[in-house]
């Protein structure tokens, strides 16, 4: 029989993800996928899934679910207030729940987490994945956030659940990197563009998945740009009226304004965890050290997969 | 005269992307180009290839992060220098689509007549005698940006975009046309409509047109949609 999650409360943006999709953006279909992937695959592995299996990604304030048959579940990403019938769940680390109601409250210390479930959630396959494409409107749960009243299917599990309690382990991994949030956003720059690194920008209220929108003092206005151009996630764009937008996961495939450079691999995951109001400094970088940065988060990401697999194996 | 293959910048677009700039400008010739260098970089299948996204004067080209950035600009650069120039003539495939101009699916085919000083029924014919090229497929899913609009018949976006276009609006933007896959806002000026789904996520591919493509309006009335959806 397939298990159920059932959402009693959608949350404030919640959203299927995976890591995204591959393969059309010539033909226009944004990447997708969770805002930090790395994050994303943890909760899996910690559920005991492949890295690649669709998880929920929670925005400022979580959803409410009920499972209708024991799970397993794992949360990774800013620190969210987790609950599974009044016991606190903990965060980054398998948890077994019986079937139950898990409320997920306010994040505190960044803007997004996310929560894996064992077997995944089972949504159809789009154009060769489960991601959630808000512009486009399709795959996800009918190309939308989530709604109090939709059900998720989960996927097959290889060792199923069968907690009649909430039942953690006394391990977990580290979720915070080790960096400084107050360190700057690091981007390699267009030459002659105009330098993002002359002031403290402010996260603007109307940042989504598409692109995370800067306040301050106008950067004076480029010469009118030719004509559009591919754009990706990163790509930092300069409209007319001089206020940034950094690119996020859901960015279209090509973009008209000007170009001043894009944030480099291993800086995107925090501009995930920005919060509405924030500071943002940015600091330009060359390509060598994008590429060693970039190195080493994956390898991080590997040795705690490692870990994780590890720990399982003699659960 | 031969026309050259033309000068090629390559810059970083992202940790795992260059793109590959011919110009930027709406030349059909540099368009042309991309389509080709395009079709040459796919039918050699690089293992680290994973998107390209061919636009106006440039194509972006997407990677597997785990490889080696200078390798694949190396490898990108030896295409480039392969490619020879290409005639304007873009694409072999040719896609007639049905459009029902004026009324209700064209709100702006009378104003936009009247700013260009001619009959709507000349508009409408005018636009259906062109043949467009899918200049590039963007701003959302199946989204094709066509060339080769008569230059007269070039018109200013709407000073307001509308909050809501109808799925298969057929439009005119600046010296381009191009076709909304999606009820979605947009500032074009809106000629007519087709009934013709532009993008299907469930099919393979997902988008009537591709890139490089060459494409015919042919005008049709209400009766002609009813046997088309018949």
Redesign the interface.
């Known amino acids: 029989m397939t298990r159920q999650a059932s959402v009693l409360q959608a949350g404030l943006l919640t959203t299927v993800q995976d890591l995204g999709r591959?393969?059309?953006?010539?033909?226009?279909?944004?990447?997708a996928g969770a805002l930090d992937p790395a994050q994303a695959q943890l909760a899996n592995r910690l559920a005991g899934n492949a890295g690649d299996a669709a998880v929920l990604e929670i925005t400022l304030r979580g959803p409410t679910l009920h499972f209708d048959a024991p799970v397993r579940i794992a949360l990774t990403g800013a620190t969210v207030s987790a609950k599974f019938e009044g016991t606190l769940v903990p965060m980054g680390r398998p948890v077994e729940l019986p079937a139950g109601t898990l409320e997920l409250g306010a994040l505190r210390g960044g803007a997004r987490a996310w929560l894996a479930v064992d077997g995944g959630f089972d949504v159809p396959m789009?154009?060769g994945s489960r991601s959630t494409?808000l512009?486009?409107?399709?795959?996800g749960v009918a190309g939308r956030a989530l709604r109090a009243g939709d059900t998720l299917a989960l996927g097959e599990t290889v060792v199923p659940a069968n907690a009649t309690s909430l039942r953690s382990v006394p391990w977990w991994i580290d979720l915070h990197h080790d960096t400084d949030p107050h360190a700057p956003i690091r981007y390699?720059p267009?030459?002659q563009a105009a330098s993002l690194c002359s002031q403290v920008w402010r996260v603007s209220p109307s940042s989504n998945r598409q692109g995370l929108r800067l306040q301050g003092e106008a950067l004076p206005a480029p010469a009118a740009?030719?004509?559009?151009?591919?754009?990706?996630?990163?790509?930092i764009q300069l409209p007319p009226d001089g206020q940034p937008i950094v690119l996020l996961a859901d960015a279209?495939?090509?973009g008209g304004y000007p170009r001043l450079g894009?944030v480099?691999?291993?800086d995107l995951p925090r501009l995930a965890q920005c919060t509405p109001g924030q500071r943002l400094h940015f600091e330009a970088c060359d390509?060598a050290t994008?590429?060693r940065l970039?190195c080493a988060a994956?390898a991080r990401v590997a040795r705690i997969q490692w870990m994780i697999d590890t720990r399982l194996a003699s659960v | 005269m031969t026309p050259s293959r033309p000068a090629c910048d390559i810059e970083a677009l992202a940790d795992d992307a260059w793109l590959l700039r011919f110009g930027d400008t709406l030349d059909p010739a540099l368009n042309a180009h991309v389509h080709a260098l395009a079709a040459r970089i796919r039918s050699r299948a690089p293992h680290w290839l994973r998107d390209l996204v061919p636009a106006f004067a440039s194509l972006g080209v997407f990677f597997d992060p785990a490889s080696s950035p200078d390798r694949v600009r190396v490898e990108l650069e030896g295409i480039v220098e392969s490619m020879e120039a290409v005639a304007t003539t873009a694409g072999d495939r040719l896609v007639e689509i049905p459009v029902i101009y004026g009324g209700e699916c064209g709100p702006d085919l009378e104003s936009a007549a009247q700013e260009l000083g001619m009959a709507a029924a000349q508009l409408a014919a005018r636009h259906a005698a062109g043949e467009y090229t899918v200049a590039m497929i963007g701003f959302a899913p199946g989204f094709p940006y066509l060339s080769g609009l008569d230059p007269e018949l070039a018109l200013p976006r709407l000073a307001t975009p509308r909050a809501r276009v109808a799925a298969g609006s057929v439009a005119i933007g600046g010296a381009q046309t191009g076709i909304y896959p999606r009820e979605s806002p947009g500032g074009w000026r809106i000629l007519g409509r087709t009934p013709r789904v532009l993008f299907d996520p469930e099919q393979n591919p997902p988008t009537l047109l591709q890139p490089g493509d060459r494409v015919r309006f042919v005008a049709i009335d209400s009766a002609a949609v009813a046997q088309e959806l018949a």
């Open positions: 591959s393969g059309w953006r010539h033909l226009g279909v944004a990447h789009v154009l494409d512009r486009g409107g399709f795959g390699q267009v030459p740009a030719g004509v559009s151009e591919p754009v990706a996630p990163g790509t279209q495939t090509v894009h480099i691999a291993a390509a994008a590429r970039a994956q």
